[in-house]
C-alpha cells in the first residue's frame, strides 16, 4: 500500500560572517527549532559535513545527532551527508551504534565519497583511492553493526578480529549520495538507498537498480529539496536572496557541480534563477511536490533546507509553520508508476 514520504528539515549549521551570531545560540536556537518541528509533524532531520570553512560548516554532525537525539522523541535523525573517506571506519562504526542506541534505533547514515581536495590532505587520505576508501568503510560498516566480531583485509583498512561495540539493536540504514555515475551505480549496488541533490542522478539510479535485477519497487530515494515554501514567493525571494547567493556560491567554489559551473553569481536573482532553488506558495508547491511524489514512489523522505546560511531562525520557523499547515495536509500517497522508464 502507498505511503506518503516522510518529511524532514536539513542543517548546515553555517555562520557567516556578514550575519555572524554566538554560536552557542545559534546551535541553541536550530535544536529548538528542530524539536518545535516535530511538534509539527515534521519527521525527520538531516545533517551534513563539511571540514576547514572559515563560516564554521558544521564539522561534528554526529555530535549534533546526539543532542538531537535527546531533544526529539519520534524524528528519524540521519546524516546527509558525512565524508565516509575521511573516517576511520570503525570508529565510525563505533560512534553510530551509540547514537543509534541513544535515540532508540533512530539514526541512519548517510555517506558519499567527498570532493574538495583540502579535506583529503588534512585527513591523510588521497582522492584517487575514494572509490575504494568508501566500498571497503561501509564493508566495515556493515560487519561491524552485525554483533560478530570483524576481521577484515583490504586495500586501504585493516581490521585485525575484533569485536566492534556496542551493536545497535536497530541496525543503521547507509544511505549513499553523490553526483556522478559511478557514484549512483554505487548507492545501487552496496546502498540501502540514494541521497540525490535535488532529483539529479534519481533516473540513473532506478536504471542501475534494475540493471542489477533488483525490483525497483524496492528502491530508495531520500530526496533533498533546495524548494522554499513561503505565502509570497516574490517577497520571500527578495529577502532570502542574499541568504541563497551566499550558499549556492560556496558550493559553486567548491567545484560540486562541475568544473564549467564554478563562476559565482553576481545577484542574489541570478543565484535564485540559476541554482538549484524554486521559491513556491503553498499552491504551487501541493503541485510540484505532488507530481514529484507520483512519478517516483521510491522517494521515502523528502527534507527541506530549514535555514539558509545566516537566516534569523524567526524566518525559518515561519516557513515551517507553513509547510506544515498549508502544504503537507493536501498531499496524497503516489499512484504512479514503480519502475523506471
Known amino acids: 500500500m502507498a505511503t506518503l514520504p516522510r518529511f524532514g528539515i536539513w542543517y548546515d549549521f553555517r555562520n557567516p560572517q556578514q550575519w555572524q ?8 536556537e536550530y535544536l529548538d527549532q528542530i524539536e518545535m518541528a516535530e511538534s509539527l509533524g515534521f519527521q525527520s532531520v ?28 519520534t524524528m528519524q535523525i540521519a546524516t546527509d551527508l558525512m565524508v565516509l573517506p575521511l573516517h ?12 543509534s542506541i541513544l535515540s532508540n534505533g533512530r539514526f541512519d547514515l548517510g555517506v558519499g565519497v567527498g570532493y574538495r581536495p583540502k579535506e583529503f590532505e588534512q585527513f591523510g587520505q588521497e582522492m584517487r583511492f575514494r572509490p575504494s576508501l568508501i566500498e571497503e568503510g ?100 527578495r529577502r532570502v536572496g542574499p541568504h541563497a547567493m551566499y550558499q549556492t556560491n560556496i558550493y559553486r567554489s567548491w567545484g560540486v557541480w562541475g568544473a564549467d559551473q564554478t563562476a559565482p553569481f553576481a545577484t542574489p536573482a541570478e543565484a535564485l534563477e540559476g541554482g538549484l532553488y524554486e521559491v513556491w506558495d503553498a499552491d504551487m508547491a501541493v503541485r510540484r511536490l505532488q507530481a514529484l511524489i507520483d512519478q517516483y514512489p521510491q522517494i521515502k523522505d523528502i ?39
Not at 46 to 73: C, G, M, N
Not at 305 to 328: H, I, S
Open 138 to 237: 561501509v564493508e566495515i560498516l556493515r560487519r561491524a553493526w552485525s554483533g560478530e566480531t570483524v576481521d577484515f583485509q583490504g586495500k586501504r583498512y585493516t581490521v585485525h578480529d575484533h569485536p566492534i561495540t556496542p551493536h545497535p539493536e536497530r541496525t543503521p540504514k547507509i544511505y549513499i549520495g553523490g553526483l556522478a555515475d559511478p557514484a549512483v551505480e554505487r548507492a545501487a549496488r552496496i546502498g540501502d538507498g540514494f541521497i540525490p541533490s535535488s532529483t539529479i542522478g534519481v533516473d540513473h539510479y532506478l536504471k542501475s537498480f534494475a540493471a542489477l535485477g533488483k525490483d525497483p519497487a524496492d528502491a530508495v530515494v531520500m530526496h533533498g529539496s533546495w524548494s522554499i515554501i513561503a505565502p509570497d514567493p516574490e517577497e520571500e525571494a
Open 303 to 341: 527534507h527541506f533546507w530549514a535555514q539558509l546560511p545566516g537566516e534569523p531562525v524567526e524566518a525559518g520557523n515561519r516557513r515551517l509553520e507553513y509547510m506544515a499547515k498549508e502544504v503537507f495536509p493536501r498531499l496524497k500517497p503516489s499512484s504512479g508508476p514503480l519502475r523506471p522508464e
Open 46 to 73: 538531516w545533517l551534513t559535513e563539511h571540514h576547514f570553512q572559515p563560516d564554521q560548516y558544521a564539522s561534528s554532525p554526529l555530535t549534533i545527532a546526539a543532542a538531537v537525539s535527546q531533544r526529539t522523541k
Open 21 to 28: 551570531k554566538p554560536l552557542g545560540r545559534m546551535y541553541a
Open 88 to 99: 576511520d571506519p570503525v570508529r565510525l562504526a563505533e560512534d553510530v551504534a551509540t547514537i
